[in-house]
């Protein structure tokens, strides 16, 4: 009889629940103790955190990446020299800092779509008055002429998406 128990076989009687008898009803238990409940919901609560440090730290580096990519196909199209390029990687890293602290700023209301691509401009032409003091006239004129998509803010991160997940 305790073989069949043991073998956990549907109909073969199992083992008493420790403690004593079975639960009326054969139902699971009710967890009425506040210190457990209390520890469970730390417990979940420090999970969600390391989660959430986990999606920054990889956000940063998406971010990260995303910089160091545009300012490659930057150098290539405008001639860039080395100064030039780090300091045109250090304004798209400011760039990217504050695209993400507008979008994760207040908890109230989000701004209208308006509103959303009035706050992305003015954080666009205050890059491109950086970008002003670093790049020669020629490479700023030649700069203005690129593609949306190959600019600062433009739709260069939904293309590094793309082109990074082929």
């Known amino acids: 009889m305790a073989a ?4 956990g076989k549907p109909g073969t009687p199992s083992a008493p629940a420790p403690g004593g008898g079975e639960r009326p009803g054969g139902s699971d238990p009710v967890v009425d103790n506040p210190v457990f409940e209390a520890a469970v919901r730390d417990l979940v ?3 969600e955190e390391e989660r959430q440090s986990e999606r920054e730290v990889e956000r940063g580096e998406r971010r990260r990446q995303w910089s160091e990519q545009w300012t490659n196909d930057l150098t290539a199209s405008l001639k860039l ?3 030039q390029k780090t300091k045109m990687q250090e304004i ?7 695209l993400r602290e507008l979008r994760n700023g207040d908890a109230g209301a989000s701004p209208s779509r308006e509103e959303r691509r009035a706050q992305m401009g003015a954080l666009r032409d205050e890059a491109e ?3 002003a003091q670093v790049l020669d ?3 700023m004129s030649t700069y ?6 190959q600019r600062l803010g433009g739709r260069f991160g939904r293309e590094f998406r ?4 082929d």
């Open 144 to 149: 203005k002429s690129l593609e949306d998509g």
């Open 4 to 7: 069949q128990a043991a073998s």
């Open 137 to 139: 006239p020629s490479q």
């Open 129 to 131: 008055s950086k970008m």
């Open 45 to 47: 609560d420090r999970i």
């Open 92 to 98: 798209a890293n400011q760039f990217w800092e504050r």
């Open 162 to 165: 793309r082109r990074g997940s």
């Open 81 to 83: 020299n080395d100064a």
